[in-house]
Structure formats: C-alpha cells, structure tokens
C-alpha cells in the first residue's frame, strides 16, 4: 500500500482508498471528529456523534493551502464557503463512522480505522454516488483531502490543494472511463 495510489472503484458508485496513518487510532480518530482538527485537512462543522446524529461540515479549502487560487470551475457564485449536511448512520469510537451525505444525492461516506502496530490504517469508502460527474469530483476531493490529512498527521508542508485536485480530477476522469466506459 502507498499512501499515493488511486482510489479503487470497487463497485459502480462506490471509490475506496486505503491510507497508512501515524497513529495512535485515538490520534486519528479526533481529525475525523473533531472540528478543529477535521478543519484541517477537510471541513469544519459539528457532528452528533451518535447513530442519526446531525452532520454539518463547512468547506473552507481556501485555508488549506494559503495563497493558492481556487479555479473558477469550484467557485460558488455567491462567494461563500461549500456546505454539506448529513446523517450519522454508524458511530463506534474509535474505528468506525459513517455517514450520510443528504445534499450530495444521499452519498454515503465511511471511515474505518484498524491499528496497524504504531500505525492506522484508513479505509474510506464514499458510496452510493449516482453519477459520472460526481464519482470524478469525490475520487480527486477525497485523493487530495487525504493528502493534506497526511501532512498534517506527519507535521510535513502541506501539498498544494487545488493544483492537485485539478490534476486527480483529470487523471480519475480517465481511470472512469476505463473502469466504467458506459457510466453516463
């Protein structure tokens, strides 16, 4: 396992990445769930920690990487930050959380956490996604936001956000078209 590979398209709709953490699990746990932290490398929001809690993370990718630009194509129109809202669907602290995405077509995203000696293995699988489009943007969102996750748990420079979203959006677009050449 490299912590660079591509996610896997394991089923229609559904990418899976596999990432080697520097752990203790507890460590790891509290940048899934804890704001701040989360803030870090993905969104900040609260989260009800518990099965049907609220989820509301607020997309500030502007703080990631200071000083990059952000391509026009991600702009909002009104200027403010992207926000997602869900549903917790499965809370077992520390190794397992999931959740529902209710305004990315009910989108289901899990984090599963393994102790791997010093070390966390991460198995996130974001399901359910119903579209081309979709499928292109989480595969390159997720590859990047856990490259900054990376950074921040090893205490190294930040990789540059939007440089490599763009990159990984191209290079997912054209394993899609290998993997699912019908996917509309």
Same mark, same amino acid.
């Given at each position: 396992?490299?912590?660079? &590979?591509?996610?896997?398209? @394991?089923?229609? =709709?559904?990418?899976? %990445?596999?990432?080697?953490?520097?752990?203790?699990?507890?460590?790891?746990?509290?940048?899934?769930? !804890?704001?701040?932290?989360? =803030?870090?490398?993905?969104?900040?929001?609260?989260?009800?920690?518990?099965? #049907?809690?609220?989820?509301?993370?607020? %997309?500030?990718?502007?703080?990631?990487?200071?000083?990059?630009?952000?391509?026009?194509?991600?702009?909002? $129109?009104? =200027?403010?930050?992207?926000?997602?809202? #869900?549903?917790?669907?499965?809370?077992?602290?520390?190794?397992?959380?999931?959740?529902?995405?209710?305004?990315?077509? !009910?989108?289901?995203?899990?984090?599963?956490?393994?102790?791997?000696?010093?070390?966390?293995?991460?198995?996130?699988?974001?399901?359910?996604?119903?579209?081309? !489009?979709?499928?292109? $943007?989480? $595969? =390159?969102?997720?590859?990047?936001?856990?490259?900054?996750?990376?950074?921040?748990?090893?205490?190294?420079?930040?990789?540059? %956000?939007?440089? @490599?979203?763009?990159?990984?959006? #191209?290079?997912?677009? &054209?394993?899609?078209? $290998?993997? %699912?050449? &019908?996917?509309?």
């Amino acid at each position: 396992m490299n912590n660079n &590979d591509y996610g896997q398209y @394991t089923q229609r =709709g559904e990418v899976q %990445f596999t990432r080697l953490l520097p752990g203790p699990i507890e460590r790891v746990w509290t940048y899934i769930t !804890d704001s701040e932290k989360r =803030g870090t490398w993905l969104a900040k929001g609260p989260m009800d920690l518990r099965k #049907g809690g609220a989820v509301h993370l607020t %997309f500030h990718h502007a703080d990631l990487t200071p000083g990059e630009e952000m391509p026009e194509e991600y702009r909002r $129109s009104d =200027g403010k930050p992207y926000e997602m809202k #869900g549903t917790i669907l499965r809370c077992e602290p520390p190794r397992l959380l999931s959740f529902q995405w209710t305004n990315a077509e !009910d989108s289901e995203v899990t984090f599963d956490l393994t102790e791997r000696g010093t070390h966390v293995q991460l198995v996130l699988t974001h399901r359910r996604l119903v579209s081309r !489009d979709l499928i292109e $943007s989480v $595969s =390159g969102g997720w590859h990047t936001h856990l490259a900054v996750l990376i950074a921040q748990l090893n205490g190294t420079p930040t990789p540059p %956000f939007w440089s @490599t979203k763009v990159r990984l959006d #191209g290079e997912y677009n &054209d394993r899609l078209k $290998s993997a %699912f050449p &019908d996917l509309k």
